[in-house]
């Protein structure tokens, strides 16, 4: 929802007059519930400008931010750890177990 497509503001609901005709609703009764709706209407218009400055801070911030990559896998270290852990086998359960493993 943009602020540009609000068609009415907190002021021209206060100063809308409505003619009276015989069997009308109660004037005063009218008055105080469209005082309640200026009051919602004002605070969901503040809500909607501050989230609308936080999102273009966000973006200017997301903007500068530098685009990092992933970092890729380093398969010699993977090797290195399987090396070790294939040495740690044969310590631990001996030659036999590391030749019935080949």
Do not use: H
Request: proline residues 3%; hydrophobic residues 35%.
């Amino acid at each position: 929802m943009s602020l540009n497509r609000i068609q009415l503001s907190g002021k021209d609901i206060l100063e809308k007059d409505f003619k009276t005709a015989m069997r009308g609703y109660n004037q005063e009764e009218v008055d105080e519930f469209l005082d309640v709706v200026i009051q919602d209407y004002d605070i969901f218009k503040q809500e909607i400008e501050r989230l609308q400055a936080e999102n273009e801070k966000l973006r200017k911030n997301s903007a500068e931010q530098p685009r990092t990559r992933a970092p890729q896998p380093n398969t010699q270290v993977n090797y290195d750890v399987l090396k070790r852990l294939s040495n740690l086998e044969k310590a631990v359960f001996g030659k036999k177990f590391a030749d019935a493993g080949e």
